[in-house]
């Protein structure tokens, strides 16, 4: 008996496939993966986004063995600036980014301002922010 396993999928991926390869390991339509990873992301986007990224640093893509983490980084890398060059995927990078940015700026007042304290999150979370800031800069830089 063959075990299933879970990969990043390539035939339906829109940005990494981690969505696309969960859905095709659960069986089910991957726009409904994608309809509650959104919701998630809505209520948790710091959690989600970095979920994101991790899931997409271990698990591996359809068709490729295991490789060190510091590949599948470097394919990950390659494949966010694949995206990023795409033309008219550009504008959305550049949402993406600015997006990124007004999170990780979000989160990091509501630990200066107590006003902001609907927005509070655990301690962990200044560095999520940070890192947000630092993806959003990093994608909007080479992006544009």
């Given amino acids: 008996m063959e075990s299933k396993r879970l ?3 390539k035939k ?3 940005f990494l ?3 696309g390869g969960m859905a095709e390991y659960l069986d089910v339509d991957p726009a409904l993966v994608r309809l509650i990873f959104v919701v998630l992301l809505v209520f948790q986007p710091v959690a989600m986004a970095l979920l ?3 899931a997409a640093l271990v698990i591996p893509e359809e068709g490729e063995g295991e490789k060190p983490v510091e590949e599948r ?3 990950v890398t390659k494949e966010m600036e694949r995206v990023i060059s795409g ?5 959305l990078i550049k949402a993406v980014a600015i997006i990124l940015i007004l999170l990780g700026v979000l989160y990091l007042v509501a630990f200066a301002i107590p ?4 927005f509070r999150v655990p301690l962990f979370s200044k560095l999520a922010a ?3 800031l630092a993806i959003g800069i990093i994608l909007l830089l080479r992006g544009g």
């Fill in 115 to 118: 006003l902001f304290f609907i």
């Fill in 7 to 9: 990969f990043r999928s």
């Fill in 73 to 75: 980084l470097n394919d």
């Fill in 87 to 91: 033309g008219e995927k550009n504008d």
């Fill in 12 to 14: 339906n991926r829109m």
């Fill in 52 to 54: 994101y990224f991790l």
């Fill in 130 to 132: 940070l890192l947000l």
């Fill in 17 to 19: 496939g981690v969505l």
